[in-house]
Nanobody
Framework: QVQLVESGGGSVQAGGSLRLSCAVS????????MGWFRQAPGKEREGVGG???????QYADSVKGRFTISPDNDKNTLYLQMNSLKPEDTAMYYC????????????????????WGQGTQVTVSS
């Protein structure tokens, strides 16, 4: 089955940048939509951004203009470039996948996804 492995997390000062990677294996011949989520202690897991099967990308308002999702299909990897990081971005970041297309409004919903990675920690200090 589909396996997702996140990497690239770490500790950075406010205003800095990180790039997270999600390595994907176990694909079938179906097309998948994918998303990035994050969860801080005591809070629900929330959608950061998602990419649909047609390449359309949706971002949460809180990260729009600062974060960028980009796929590298040849490497079976999905990236999350995180710029201008803020302390409130501190969270465990997860990669997720679902076979088939999602409505644009469903790309940031946790319940839309079937497969999840183990997460990578991002800590932003002031």
């Amino acid at each position: 089955q589909v396996q997702l492995v996140e990497s690239g997390g770490g500790s950075v000062q406010a205003g800095g940048s990180l790039r997270l990677s999600c390595a994907v294996s176990g694909y079938t011949y179906d097309r998948y939509c994918m998303g990035w989520f994050r969860q801080a202690p005591g809070k629900e897991r929330e959608g950061v951004g998602g990419i649909n099967t047609d390449g359309t990308i949706q971002y949460a308002d809180s990260v729009k203009g600062r974060f960028t999702i980009s796929p590298d299909n040849d490497k079976n990897t999905l990236y999350l470039q995180m710029n201008s990081l803020k302390p409130e971005d501190t969270a465990m970041y997860y990669c997720a996948a679902k076979a088939g297309r999602l409505a644009w409004w469903a790309l940031l919903q946790r319940s839309s996804y079937d497969y999840w990675g183990q997460g990578t920690q991002v800590t932003v200090s002031s």
